[in-house]
DNA sequence: CAGGATCCGCTAAGATACTG
DNA sequence: CAGTATCTTAGCGGATCCTG
C-alpha cells in the first residue's frame, strides 16, 4: 500500500449508497426545507396551538401560507387537526409522536447554527470582500 | 396545583428561547434546504471533486445551478475552491473542516428520513383518500 | 375564529449559447 | 474543462376579499 499519498477523506460519514442515488434527505428537506414549516413546528413543540396562536407565534406568515404549512404537515403526519364545532369555531394543532421525533433533529439543526454561526458570518464577509460584484449573495 | 388537564407537552426539546424569535434553524436552512446543496455536501463527502464529477454525481443539475451552489457554499466556508492553472483548466472543490461536521447533520436528516419514509408515506395515502381534490400535493 | 378563493409580483431554477 | 451571460418559465408566497 502505498503512501505519500495525503488524501485524507475523513471516513464516509453519509455514504448514501441506500438509494438509487439522494438518499432520503431531498424528501425531508422537501417538508421543513421550505420558510415556514420548521418554525411551525418548533411552536407547536411548546404545546397544542390553535390558528391565530401560531399565527402570532409566527410573525409575518400570511394566513394562507400558514394554512398551507398545517396542511402539509398535517398531511405527512407530523400534527393533528381538532376541530372543535363551536362558535366560533376552534381548531386545535398539535405534534404527532412522529412530529415530536422531528423536534430533535430540529434541534441538532440549531445546535449547529449556533455553532457555526460566528466562523460562517466572517467566512462570508471575507468572501464578499475578496469578490465585491460577483452576483451571489 | 390542579391536576385533571391532560395537557402533555412532552419536554419543549426546542424552546428557541435564544434569539430574537426563530433560533439560527432559518439560517442552516437557507444554505443546505435548497434543492442541490446537500446532494453536493453528500458527494464531497467521498472526497476531493471536480467540477464535471460534481455534475455527474448530481444527475439532473444544470451547469449554472452548479456553479451557484457551490459558489454559496464556498463563500459559507463549507467547501474549498481550488484551481489550477493548466490547460485545460482543472478546478478541485473540498469540504473544509466545518463542512466536514455539516456531513453528521446531513447523516441525522437522513436517518431520520429512513426511520419514517414509510410512516409518512402511508400517512399521506391516508390524507389523499380522505380529502380528494384539496389542492394540496 | 378559521379558513377558502383570487390576483399578482418576484425570484429560483431550467435551457441554451458562448468564452478563456 | 470550467465556467459566464442571457432568456424564459414555474410556482412560492404576499395581499386582499369573502364565508361559515
Known sequence: MSVGHTEVTTEPVVSCGDE?????????????GDKWSVLVVVELAQGVRRF?????????????????????LERDGLITRT???????????????????????????ADWSSEHRGVISRARQEWDAEHPDSGIR
Not at 399565527?55 to 400558514?66: H, T
Not at 398539535?94 to 434541534?107: D, I, R, Y
Open 83 to 109: 376541530v372543535y364545532p363551536t362558535v366560533p369555531p376552534q381548531v386545535e394543532y398539535e405534534l404527532t409522536a412522529m412530529g415530536h421525533s422531528l423536534t430533535h433533529l430540529v434541534k441538532a439543526l
Open 52 to 72: 391565530r396562536q401560531l399565527q402570532r407565534a409566527v410573525p409575518g406568515i400570511s394566513q394562507r401560507m400558514l394554512t398551507l404549512t398545517v396542511r402539509r
Open 20 to 32: 438509487h442515488e439522494d438518499c432520503g434527505i431531498r424528501e425531508v428537506l422537501d417538508r421543513i
